[in-house]
T-cell receptor
């Protein structure tokens, strides 16, 4: 079975500093990878996804992530954060095969806390 | 662009009552998923439907049931509600069996 690990439950960072949120996955088959953002009391918004092709994926709000198959990682980065980026960030994985409906498996989330 | 619509946005129920949550997927999306997110928790998969048939089942209690109708909207029925059922319930839809999920804004269920 596949799983997702987000080692950092909380990442404090100052405004305009760079940030990296870590995500590692475990799966015996190839996967699709996603990052979602959840603002307080709101739903899940897709930041970016890796399905195939280039390992560097660019998403919304200036975020990007790099798929590293050998390290089974999909870390999320932003070169300069804003106060408005304060939110919970979830890494998620689903199996890359055409069988069942490929449910999303989420990590436990990382709270990005941007300080002025 | 049309999004996934969930209703109601908020719901307060007493213990042992029943609740029905509704989800209207994006048009032409053939798969619907239900997730439960407890306070401070990550979303947990409950159940999914593909072309109106149940396709996968996760950690969904026996007190819960769900179905997808001919117009592709889905309903999650929850009976004998417990305090621990208080959570945010998300619906998501996908056009290609998992390649592109879109989540609704969720229904916040509070059981008192």
């Amino acid at each position: 079975a596949q799983s997702v690990t987000q080692l950092d439950s909380q990442v404090p960072v100052f405004e305009e500093a760079p940030v990296e949120l870590r995500c590692n996955y475990s799966s015996s088959v190839s996967v699709y990878l996603f990052w979602y953002v959840q603002y307080p009391n709101q739903g899940l918004q897709l930041l970016l996804k890796y399905l195939s092709g280039s390992t560097l994926v660019k998403g919304i709000n200036g975020f990007e992530a790099e798929f590293n198959k050998s390290q089974t990682s999909f870390h999320l980065r932003k070169p300069s954060v804003h106060i408005s980026d304060t939110a919970e960030y979830f890494c998620a994985v689903t199996l890359n095969y055409g069988g069942a409906t490929n449910k999303l498996i989420f990590g436990t989330g990382t709270l990005l806390a941007v300080q002025p | 662009a049309a999004g996934v619509i969930q209703s109601p946005r908020h719901l307060i129920k007493e213990k042992r009552e029943t609740a029905t949550l509704k989800c209207y997927p994006i048009p032409r999306h053939d798969t619907v998923y239900w997730y439960q997110q407890g306070p401070g928790q990550d979303p947990q998969f409950l159940i999914s439907f593909y072309e109106k048939m149940q396709s996968d089942k996760g950690s969904i209690p026996d007190r819960f049931s769900a179905q997808q109708f001919s117009d592709y909207h889905s309903e999650l029925n929850m009976s004998s509600l417990e305090l621990g059922d208080s959570a945010l319930y998300f619906c998501a839809s996908s056009p290609n069996r998992g390649m592109g999920y879109t989540f609704g804004s969720g229904t916040r269920l509070t059981v008192v």
